[in-house]
């Protein structure tokens, strides 16, 4: 059933179940590739907080999880440009990182990120992403742990805003 937010119609594209059960399997590989680490998970705000805590449930390593908030979107396109990392308040030099991140579109924020991270030394820096977009892509970022690939389109809900609304919608939804 399509939905409408704000002056755009969406139509379905995932479902709950199907986002639920892939965080899962990314939970996983995650306690699998870190078990004998114990992560730091850093959550980009504002579109990862649901992703960041559905996959963090899924976590069973001695592990932190920590938000930090930079931004890029206006409306429904990146403006390309990133604002520095705010709220990175515990030191990571020596820490395996795991970005947890609700899309990985253009990388522009992601690029940026990683560059003021690695200024802080730490062991690794791994990404986490619900969503990429392969084709939207500008740098060369590997996203280590994926949720779904998805065409170059713009989608909402579990997380992902325009502008601010629709992040409470449980499933995903693609713009009509």
Sequence with gaps: MEITVKDKRFKPYLTHQQIDERIKEL????NEDYKAEEPLFIAILNGS?????????QINL????TFVKVASYS????TGKV???IGLDMPIAGKHIILVEDIVDT????N???KQLHEHQPASIKIASLIQKPEALKHPITVDYIGFKIPNEFIVGFGLDYDGYGRNLPDIYQVV
């Design 27 to 30: 939970g996983k590989q995650i």
């Design 49 to 57: 907080f649901m992703f960041a805590s559905h996959l963090y449930q």
């Design 62 to 65: 001695p592990s932190q999880i």
């Design 75 to 78: 409306g429904t396109s990146s």
């Design 83 to 85: 604002t520095s990392i």
């Design 107 to 110: 990388g522009n924020t992601m």
């Design 112 to 114: 940026e990120l990683l």
